[in-house]
């Protein structure tokens, strides 16, 4: 589980839990939801969800949790960039709270990999850490814990002033499927991901919404990583923006954060 993967910001992916809610634009074509039914489908089923309701017992994509996979990390040695819950969204209203805070200190007893965390429920992860402050070090979230949030349009900006509350030395934004122009607040932001959508059903991207967002990012001095142009397939569009690829990371040794 999670030795390899195709998703270019990240080394590995850890999944101590599956399934998801889509909440806005940007889960329309999900790939995690896609997966779960094309390929995935007997094996999610076989574990009960949960929250164990008639309808989730039928859907692979109902959120499930798997404590096998909680010590993953310990087992990789060579420190890699861990994307955790890639099927999933750590934060999610059915995962219970001391689950989450079961994975949180494996991310800190493993601590040779950097987390990257991606939620589209920043507010429910300020409440957790405000719960649950022995996760922090020093009053934040250490800096090989990074936390960010999904920002596909204007419609979702408001998880941008709550992320910026969460007390995290590093901070990131995943604007992936890229749906419209942004004029985002880099303050207390240290990375950036754009990437256009990718599959049958694919919105596509104007490249000048992924040039704004670039120049936002120099001007701030906020690392930039473009994914993809996306198309039908990931590859179909290609990486590059004006003859470049940007995939710029931050520091895993935040000095400014």
């Not at 349009?153 to 901070?171: C, D, G, I, T």
Request: charged letters at 20%; proline letters at 6%; one cysteine or more.
């Amino acid at each position: 589980m999670g030795e390899r993967t195709g998703i270019e910001w990240t080394d590995a992916t850890w999944n101590p839990v599956t399934g998801c809610t889509k909440v806005s634009a940007g889960c329309d074509n999900c790939y995690a939801f896609s997966l779960a039914h094309r390929l995935l489908s007997d094996v999610y089923l076989s574990r009960t969800p949960a929250v164990s309701s008639g309808n989730n017992l039928v859907d692979p994509f109902a959120v499930r949790l798997w404590p096998e996979r909680l010590l993953q990390p310990h087992r990789w040695r060579a420190p890699r960039r861990v994307f955790v819950n890639s099927m999933s969204d750590l934060f999610h209203a059915d995962i219970p709270e001391q689950f989450v805070l079961r994975a949180f200190r494996v991310m800190l007893e493993a601590s040779q990999h950097t987390y990257q965390i991606l939620t589209k429920r920043p507010g429910r992860a300020l409440r957790f850490l405000q719960r649950n402050q022995e996760v922090l070090r020093e009053g934040r979230l250490p800096s090989h814990i990074w936390i960010g949030t999904s920002v596909e349009s204007e419609s979702v900006l408001f998880r941008v002033k709550q992320l910026h509350a969460l007390p995290a030395r590093v901070r990131f934004l995943s604007c992936e499927p890229l749906l419209g122009a942004l004029e985002v607040s880099l303050t207390g932001i240290h990375w950036v991901i754009a990437g256009g959508e990718s599959g049958p059903q694919h919105r596509p991207l104007e490249l000048d919404w992924v040039r704004s967002l670039r120049d936002q990012c120099v001007a701030a001095h906020v690392p930039f990583f473009f994914k993809q142009v996306g198309g039908r397939t990931p590859k179909a569009g290609g990486r590059l923006l004006d003859g470049k690829e940007w995939d710029e990371f931050p520091s895993r040794f935040c000095t400014t954060c």
